[in-house]
């Protein structure tokens, strides 16, 4: 089963896209839909997930109980994110459209066009005016949200962008390339400010909130902490025992957390690096890590179609939410 598992792995990385999924071979058990994408809401309000089943499950994240399922996706859900003041949603998903939700209403979303190939991350800037949709087909769109039909591209990667990550400034644009870059844009003309190169894709990319690093998550099982230009490696984070695939900063940028191939969550204390015992709390990759707020709560997701809510402070699960067949 562990060959078949790695094998579609391999096949959907390489297509830059996850579906359609064939079926597994007779006697082997269909996995649930996985978890894709995770975000909390600005006020803590909310918790949201995005699935491979084309669905976005809306959780109450202080009772743990669904609000609303979404079903407007045509596509596997790969990004969430919400406006600074909370009152948007953007989802990413395969199918070429971004959508911006009204929050808390999860009504009518308005779609924002332009992608020629699925979407695989999104993001808000800082000060709310723009939405950044990375895509399949290495390009980064970016929509004024105050007029949805406006975008412009960001062009210079090669293959898929499989992640992105506005700066807390909001002047500049990081992107994480399966084309073995990582790129640093400026957002006011989207000009290409640097490409770095590495040696394996890029998989995710993410800014501390003092600006004091960019993190990258990479095929090679390690994480890189650069300076916020990009240009320079600070420091490598080694631990995961298979790819890493999803990071996030707390909220006061001391804890670093990091999801890998490996089925675990890693906690990075800095600046020093040290991790603490890997969370083993997923059975398979986890493909989205996202913090509350206020800092005390992180939650992860992935290849079991579970959502984990960890204590930051403990390491221990509080709970785990199952979106369950829709």
């Known amino acids: 089963m562990t060959r078949w598992l790695t094998l579609l792995v391999l096949v959907a990385f390489f297509s830059g896209c996850h579906e359609p999924v064939p079926p597994p071979p007779t ?9 894709k994408a995770l975000a909390y809401s600005p006020d803590g309000r909310f918790l949201v997930s995005g699935n491979e089943d084309w669905t976005i499950t809306v959780w109450d994240a202080h009772t743990q109980q669904q609000v609303k399922t979404l079903n407007q996706a045509q596509g596997t859900v790969t990004g969430i994110a919400f406006s600074p003041d909370g009152k948007w949603m953007a989802t990413a998903s395969r199918d070429l459209v971004a959508l911006l939700w009204p929050v808390p209403a999860f009504d009518h979303p308005i779609e924002l066009k332009g992608h020629t190939n699925g979407l695989t991350s999104i993001a808000f800037s800082p000060n709310g005016k723009w939405v950044a949709g990375a895509s399949s087909d290495a390009t980064v769109r970016i929509w004024d949200v105050a007029h949805p039909s406006r975008s412009k591209v960001l062009k210079g990667h090669e293959q898929e962008i499989s992640g992105l990550a506005f700066s807390p400034d909001g002047t500049t644009l990081a992107t994480a390339g399966k084309d073995n870059k990582l790129g640093v844009w400026r957002v006011a003309d989207g000009a290409l400010l640097s490409m770095v190169p590495y040696d394996d894709p890029v998989m995710a990319v993410a800014f501390s909130p003092d600006r004091k690093f960019l993190a990258t ?16 490696l600070v420091r490598t984070l080694s631990g995961h025992t298979n790819w890493v695939l999803s990071l996030a900063f707390s909220p006061d940028g001391q804890t670093l957390a990091s999801g890998s191939g490996d089925g675990t969550v890693r906690l990075w204390h800095l600046p020093d690096g040290v991790s603490s015992p890997p969370m083993a709390g997923q059975n398979q990759y986890v493909d989205a890590v996202t913090w509350s707020s206020d800092g005390k709560t992180l939650a992860s997701g992935g290849g079991d179609g579970k959502v984990v809510v960890w204590d930051a402070a403990t390491d221990k699960s509080l709970a785990i939410l199952d979106p369950g067949p829709h």
């Open 27 to 35: 006697g082997i058990t269909k996995l649930p839909p996985s978890i």
């Open 217 to 232: 998550a990479n095929w090679d099982k390690t994480i890189s902490l650069r300076d916020p230009d990009g240009k320079k």
